[in-house]
């Protein structure tokens, strides 16, 4: 692989990452709490940020760089981010959505975390048809 063909990767890793650190911070952070029934001091007991925050980063490397081997050199803009939508909302909201109806989670976290993941995979998706 080359330089090239990993920058897009790492970028998009690094936006996805940003992203979701607004999203579950001041966006909608308190909502994503209220609906898992958490208060803040329970999301700090045993929280150990470098596999959380690493282990976050590492599986976004994997997203993004499936996207790549997916959507290939050099998209198109249009295609590359029609297609993170159409991930973000045909594979991913899918699949959370299944389970949420089995867990009976609350329709707006399905909508928190569904919106998350649609948005980030546009951004990847973005992300290549700008830099790929």
């Known amino acids: 692989m080359t330089t090239a063909a990993i ?15 607004l999203w579950y911070g001041p966006f909608f952070g308190a909502m994503w709490m209220a609906d898992n029934g958490y208060k803040a001091e329970d999301l700090k007991r045993g929280f150990k940020p470098a ?3 690493g282990g976050t980063f590492v599986l976004g ?10 959507v290939g050199p050099r998209p198109a803009l249009g295609f590359a981010t029609g297609l993170g939508v159409a991930i973000g909302l045909g594979f991913v ?10 867990e ?16 980030r995979f546009a951004i990847i998706g973005l992300t290549f048809g700008l830099i790929g």
């Open 7 to 21: 920058l897009p990767i790492v970028v998009a890793t690094i936006a996805s990452f940003v992203l979701g650190g």
């Open 51 to 53: 596999v959380a925050y």
């Open 61 to 70: 490397l994997i997203s993004a760089a499936l996207f790549a081997a997916i």
């Open 93 to 102: 909201c899918t699949a959370i959505g299944t389970n949420y109806l089995f």
């Open 104 to 119: 009976r989670r609350p329709l707006r976290l399905f909508f928190i975390n569904g919106g998350y993941h649609t948005l």
